[in-house]
């Protein structure tokens, strides 16, 4: 039988000296895994399902760095069924075909079931998402995918169907210092053996910038380390100075703690608001120029395009919505050209933060008044019993009436009369203002003759 367990050699080779810090400080069962509690919790789903050597077909969604290949690792090291992994960047349907004939054969003869892990399998097409149907299906393989992108776009829905997804957070700052302080200390596969010493302030500024990524605080703080290793022994001091200037291009970029990162998202969201087009392209390209993830700015958008205008122009939303969907599908460098498309309409878009006034004296009321009951006559009544409890009762269907609107209270009895959203005079708003100001008469004049 062909093995193509293309973990066997890197596994092999964790120890050694020559492979990244990364790479040696991997570890090998579920109790030296640091992070995903929500998965790996005593009693979880995962956690019973490994334990108890009974997998299922999944796979893994999460950002670059959290954890993917690691936790497939982990299965491999601790589940008895023969485990074959290869990337969808090098494998094809020909390869694919290899490892079923082989599972088939392994089953057949020792009864031992197959697990099969494709990294990136958002690379693979459809035709070759199809070749794994029918043994995922039939229990002959149990695939365990890994992939950066929403399965629900690049994983094929015969193929969901029959996998668990399960989402792979970025690791908090806290999990991050756990890590990057086991590296420091271990003197078996990590840094102990130089006895480097690092500040606690120092370490939570090298995982800051690894944005929840374990590989980047480990490739920071190797990076860091290299300089002073081989120094004397008092002079292995690694200070927050120190760390800025050996870090420095990427601490200009992408510092978390109020530096460059948030002064460009800042001072492009400032100009939207303040509808400068040209401010906003301009601080658009700094942060595309600086490696900004584009998909960051996309989502800022989509939030401005609700906050800061809403209903004054209904369809910014959909442009930056657009934008990003756009980019999703073209890349990097085209995509450039439609978030700044969405940037301009934004910026010249009239504007309104009544939706996001409105929504925020929502959610402080319901943190007054807690929980409070449907009225009677707009619940839902699909049974008997609820007709005669009055659910429904003299509930009037808009429909019935001109123009699809009569005067009816919605809000429970304690918040009557309560006006949250509050359209300006702006744009679509002052359409929206008009028709609700005629159904407010409407129901004064309702009230006026009762």
Known sequence: MKN????????????????????????????????QSHLLAEGSLLRRSIEEDKLFSMIFWGPPGSGKTTLARILANETKSFFVSFSAVLSGVKEIRVVIDDARELWESKKKKTILFVDEIHRFNKAQQDAFLPYVESGL???IGATTENPSFEVIAPLLSRTRVLLLKPFSEDDLITIVEHALNNEAKGLGKFSIKVDADVLRYIVSLADGDARSALNNLEAITAIVQNLPAEKRIITKEFAEEALLKKSLLYDKDGEEHYNLISAFHKSLRGSDPDAALY???????????????????????????????????????AAQQAFHFIGLPEGELALAQAAVYLATAP?????????????EIINKTGYLPVPLHIRNAPTKLMKELDYGKDYKYAHDYRDAYTPQEYLPDKLLGQKFYQPRDTGHEK????????????????????
């Not at 504007?351 to 959610?363: D, E, I, P, T, W």
């Not at 159904?439 to 004049?445: I, L, P, R, S, T």
């Open 351 to 363: 504007k309104s933060n009544s939706l996001y006034a409105g929504y925020g004296r929502v959610k």
């Open 431 to 450: 359409t929206i203002r008009e028709r609700m100001d005629i159904w407010q008469q409407m129901k004064n004049a309702a009230k006026d003759g009762k």
């Open 283 to 321: 601080w658009l390209g700094r942060m595309l120029a600086a490696g900004e993830d584009p998909l960051y700015i996309a989502r800022r958008m989509i939030r401005f395009a609700s906050e800061d205008i809403g209903n004054a122009d209904p369809q910014a939303l959909t442009i930056a919505v």
């Open 4 to 35: 193509l367990d293309l973990f066997s050699l890197g596994t092999e080779s964790d120890a050694a000296a020559s492979a990244p810090l990364a790479e040696r400080m991997r570890p090998k069962t579920i109790a030296e895994y640091v992070g």
């Open 141 to 143: 393989i149990t695939l």
